[in-house]
């Protein structure tokens, strides 16, 4: 006889948190969202952890290196779509990588022989007015010089005619960094001689990078940007079941940091072999997988070597997955029951597998009660789709700015692998749809006030960090009722737009 879950199964919307004792160091700026990433044993620290518990979502219109930049800026990580050939992923990965924060790389410079003419051209097309100046003009020949557009005048010079090297700061002229200097140290020698940029050269006079005054200001603007040992950002990518053994390795030549297997259902045997197949190829690939939404699912996957766990099928927002085959389980209660599945198995062995809340989430305050409901982090789609970050256009509809949103499953994107059910079955059927979402603004800006929130939350809670939010949450399921008690109610609103998200 078919098996029946006892309770029905419940979405964020019908929960609430209830306040727990605040203490007096309990505040916002005390508390800390950093979070595991992949799996650790008991007692040791995992090999990768984030400083805000949110990745963007494996998706076309959603994380591309653009978006991977801004967000680990921000302390997240971004999984680059897999939903495209191997080279051009790898290629973004490899972007991200080459970003390192505050250390910048040109991808053309000038030589001294070159004309004036030449460094118009190169700020038309970069927009950078300083140019270095490197003996074969390419990015890391010898460094000659650095010609800013503040040393010729444009109305009296004859561009054409006049060479770089009777305009530059020569080389010996030059203040110059080493290779290995931090950014902070660059930052130093900027302000103490009173520079705008910075070269840092190898020991043998190639030019590395350029540090400029207005990237370490940004810099410290993102006290918890994401940054690996040799301080390049971090950055995730989605991988299938089918071409792994092509596409992981050229992923990890590129820099890549995590990956996850990408799939609406992950409880199978092309999951089960995929794990094993790349960790025994690649031990030290870090390798998530999913979706599941229950402890069964947990327990195959995590027996099965994912280093984390997604959970969620049918509650994306772009998803008609539970209308088109009727599977899928409210993200909520899909939430709890793994979590406990995870702190089961953590018991029991002594390793701890990090969860993934993936879909689903609308409100902010969804973020705070996924991770109260004991997972690590949460996966967003339509949330970061809304960012000028996000790969897709901002057009005007009805009046308003939006911004353009497809699932993987929808016939624009047609990522059918992620549907995989081996054989050479052809998808028919779309599990995902086409559409718009609001425009909102930069990515800072949201996941700024959006990770102010979870902190006030948490305080309210009396919670500073996630694991003891885990383990103070209560958590209370609300009636119909009162969740319309919840919204502003028996009022006419004034400014709607106080109750944006
Ligand atoms: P959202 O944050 O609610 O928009 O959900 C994003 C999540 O929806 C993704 O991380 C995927 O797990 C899932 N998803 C992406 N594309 C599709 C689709 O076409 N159909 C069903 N689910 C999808």
């Not at 994401?226 to 390795?249: C, F, H, K, W």
């Not at 997604?310 to 979590?339: D, L, N, P, Y």
């Not at 995989?420 to 779309?430: I, N, Q, R, T, Y």
Request: glycine fraction near 8%.
């Amino acid at each position: 006889m078919a098996y029946f879950f006892e309770e029905p199964s419940h979405t964020f919307g019908e929960y609430l948190l209830v306040p727990g004792y605040t203490s007096a160091d309990c505040i916002p700026a005390n508390v800390n969202l950093v979070t595991p990433v992949v799996k650790f044993k008991k007692g040791e620290k995992p090999a990768l952890s984030m400083n805000i518990p949110l990745v963007s979502a494996v998706m076309q219109s959603v994380s591309d290196d653009k978006m991977a930049i801004a967000l680990a800026k921000e302390g997240g990580i971004s999984f680059i779509y897999g939903s495209q050939t191997i080279e051009n992923q790898a290629a973004m990965v490899a972007r991200v990588k080459g970003y390192k924060a505050g250390f910048v790389t040109s991808d053309s410079n000038v030589k001294p022989e070159d004309s004036l003419q030449a460094v118009i051209d190169l700020k038309e097309r970069t927009g950078h007015s300083t140019v270095a100046v490197t003996a074969d003009g390419t990015p890391n020949g010898k460094l000659e010089g650095i010609i800013t557009s503040r040393d010729f005048r444009l109305d009296r010079v004859d561009l054409k005619n006049s060479k770089v090297s009777d305009f530059m700061t020569p080389f010996t002229e030059l203040i110059t960094g080493q290779d290995g200097i931090t950014l902070a140290e660059a930052s130093d020698v900027i302000w103490n001689n009173k520079l705008n940029s910075l070269p840092i050269i190898d020991k043998k006079g190639n030019l590395k990078y350029m540090v400029f005054r207005k990237d370490y200001a940004s810099h410290e603007e993102h006290p918890l940007e994401l940054l690996d040992s040799q301080q390049r950002y971090i950055v995730g990518a989605g991988i299938n079941t089918r071409d792994y053994m092509e596409r992981v390795p050229a992923l990890l030549e590129a820099g890549v940091d995590v990956m996850t297997l990408d799939s609406s259902e992950g409880f199978t045997e092309w999951q089960r072999r995929a794990l094993h197949d790349i960790h025994e190829k690649w031990p030290d690939a870090k390798v998530g997988a999913g979706n599941v939404v229950d402890r069964e699912g947990f327990l195959f996957l995590a027996e099965a070597g994912a280093d984390f766990v997604k959970i969620g099928i049918g509650g994306g927002s772009i998803c008609i997955t539970r209308e088109q085959k009727g599977i899928g389980r409210g993200q909520a209660t899909a939430t709890i029951e793994v979590a406990k599945a995870r702190d089961e198995y953590y018991e029991r062995t002594g390793i701890y597998i990090p969860i993934c809340s993936d879909g689903g989430i609308v409100h902010d305050y969804h973020m705070t009660l996924a991770l109260a409901m004991g997972a690590d982090f949460v996966m967003l789609g339509r949330y970061f789709a809304r960012f000028d970050e996000s790969p897709t256009n901002k057009l005007i509809v009805n009046g308003s700015y939006v911004k353009e949103y497809w699932g993987e499953g929808s016939n624009r994107a047609r990522n059918w692998q992620r549907y995989d059910m081996g054989g050479a079955s052809k998808l028919s059927f779309e599990e995902g749809v086409d559409s718009y979402v609001p425009y909102a603004g930069s990515l800072h800006d949201n996941v700024t006030m959006s990770m102010s929130k979870i902190r006030h939350t948490m305080c309210n809670c009396g919670a500073m960090t996630i694991p003891e939010l885990q383990q103070k949450a209560k958590i209370t399921l609300v009636s119909q009722a009162s969740i319309a008690e919840g919204s502003a109610h028996d009022v006419i609103v004034k400014n709607t737009t106080l109750r944006a998200e």
